[in-house]
Nanobody, 121 residues
Framework: QVQLVESGGGLVQAGGSLRLSCTAS??????VGWFRQAPGKEREFVAH????????YHANSVKGRCAISRDNAWNSVSLQMNSLKPEDTAVYSC????????????????WGQGTLVTVSS
C-alpha cells in the first residue's frame, strides 16, 4: 500500500525559503499535488505535477514564488518555496492524483500526514 511522507517544513522569516519534499513508498510513478490548510480555513490547492514531469500547475497565490518538481528515481516530489509570506503559514500536504480537476482535493486519493510551515513577519 502506497504511503506518502512529507518533510521540510519549519519556521522561517518572511522573505525566506523552504523546500518541501513528498516521498512515496511502493512502486509506480504517479501524478502528485500539494495542498495547504491554514488554521480556520479550507484546504487549498498549491501545485500539481504530472507523473512525467510536465505539465505542472501552480496556484495564482504562489505562482512566481513556488515551483513544483519531481525526481522519479527517488519517487519524490518537491515544492520549492521562495519569498515566503506570513499568509503562506499552513500545513502542507501532498497527495496522489486520481483523475479529474487537478485543483480539487476530492480528486486525490492518498494523502500524507502534512508538514507545518510557519512564516513569521
Amino acid at each position: 500500500q502506497v504511503q506518502l511522507v512529507e518533510s521540510g517544513g519549519g519556521l522561517v522569516q518572511a522573505g525566506g525559503s523552504l523546500r518541501l519534499s513528498c516521498t512515496a513508498s511502493g512502486r509506480g510513478v504517479r501524478s502528485v499535488g500539494w495542498f495547504r490548510q491554514a488554521p480556520g480555513k479550507e484546504r487549498e490547492f498549491v501545485a500539481h505535477i504530472h507523473w512525467s514531469g510536465m505539465p505542472a500547475y501552480h496556484a495564482n497565490s504562489v505562482k512566481g514564488r513556488c515551483a513544483i518538481s519531481r525526481d522519479n528515481a527517488w519517487n519524490s516530489v518537491s515544492l520549492q518555496m521562495n519569498s515566503l509570506k506570513p499568509e503562506d503559514t499552513a500545513v502542507y500536504s501532498c497527495a496522489i492524483y486520481s483523475g479529474g480537476s487537478v485543483y480539487e482535493a476530492l480528486t486525490y486519493w492518498r494523502w500524507g500526514q502534512g508538514t507545518l510551515v510557519t512564516v513569521s513577519s
